[in-house]
């Protein structure tokens, strides 16, 4: 049977006994509760909101993650020195998918709402890493329903698995008895470690089976609805929620979607305080809170990442490092040169010659 690519970094051992592997995975996904529903019972047919394939990619430039997943217009933007690699495995029927995602470098990734779906993440890191401004530990779950980002330090690997949230409802009820319950999003959920563990390599073993038939592919489904449905009861850490309202946060996201707006703009810290409509000082303090880095820092950052994304994409013939430089506000080019290198582990002439490799 095909399998998905090697991880080399990140591998974090399993504290679950192969003897309790199926014991911490009833108490995640086969638990009875008043009014639950076998999963053989659930014969409702559900809508389709995720698109429908296969993904088995291995590559050395983060961007090519985020176009292998289009949907979720993901951005990678590489924060530390270091040659990237990463890894994706995906596989989806339209209702659930399934995935495996690994990078090797420390990168900050934002991510656009779910449309129609809900995401539920085992992380293993092996650096410090927040996720929208909370610490992640070496091993965490996460629910992930709203726009998000995550900043690392180092290698992370993701094991996930997605469900259409109209089916995720439906499940919902039909566990519940037909009762309502108020749902949070965007979350840390807070399963015993074990169970993170055992969580982890369900999904990856369900990654290796998911060319089943179709009655396999049936079963597989109804086993992480009702799983999703079981984490989102689950409790959570104290400080684990989202606060979307905080006034740092949205310090920090009005600057970003201005950024986003004005993508080769360089502006003054008095303009971003402008646009954040907060002082210097809590300026500093919600970049530093929520990325860990200062504003002038995150800004350069991006700018080098976007160089890097253009050049990847130019044809040598016609395109100069310098001109490419110059129209993402580097004026320095001495300066940029070395950071470039210092950040990618390559010259700016050597991404442009790659670009040469790749068109032949």
Known sequence: MEQGPSYRSCRVPSVVPPSGRAKHLRALGNRTDTGSVPSRKL????????????????????????????????????????????????????????????????????????????????????????????????RSVIELGRDWEIATRGALEAVSFAVARDALEQTERLLSGGEEEPRSENRLVAPAVAHA??????????????????????????????????????????????????????????????????????????????????????????????LGMPPGRVLRLRRLNQVRRELRAADPGTTRVTDVAMRWGFRQLGRFAADYRALFGERPSETLARATRRRR
Not at 78 to 87: D, S, T
Not at 197 to 222: H, T, V
Not at 255 to 274: G, I, K, M, T, W
Request: glycine fraction near 6%; charged fraction near 30%.
């Open 43 to 138: 014969t409702v047919r559900f809508p389709q909101a995720l698109p429908a394939r296969r993904v088995d990619l291995v590559t050395e430039e983060a961007e090519e993650l985020s176009a292998a997943q289009p949907e979720r217009r993901r951005q990678y933007v590489q924060i530390r020195a270091g040659r990237f690699e990463g890894a994706l495995t995906e596989r989806s029927d339209g209702v659930v998918a399934l995935a495996r995602e690994h990078w090797g470098a420390a990168l900050r990734v934002r991510c656009a709402r779910p449309p129609g779906y809900v995401v539920f993440s085992a992380v293993a890191l092996d650096a410090e890493a927040t996720w929208c401004g909370i610490p992640l530990g070496p």
């Open 197 to 290: 563990d055992a969580l982890r390599q369900r999904i990856a073993s369900a990654l290796l089976a998911s060319d089943l038939a179709p009655a396999g592919r049936e079963s597989l489904r109804n086993e992480f609805l009702e799983l999703a449905a079981r984490l989102r009861r689950a409790p959570a850490p104290a400080d684990a929620h989202v606060a979307s309202g905080s006034r740092r946060r949205a310090a920090v996201r009005r600057v970003e979607e201005f950024l986003d707006a004005q993508e080769r703009a360089v502006p003054s810290l008095a303009e971003l305080c402008s646009v954040a409509g907060v002082s210097e000082r809590t300026l500093e303090y919600a970049f530093q809170e929520q």
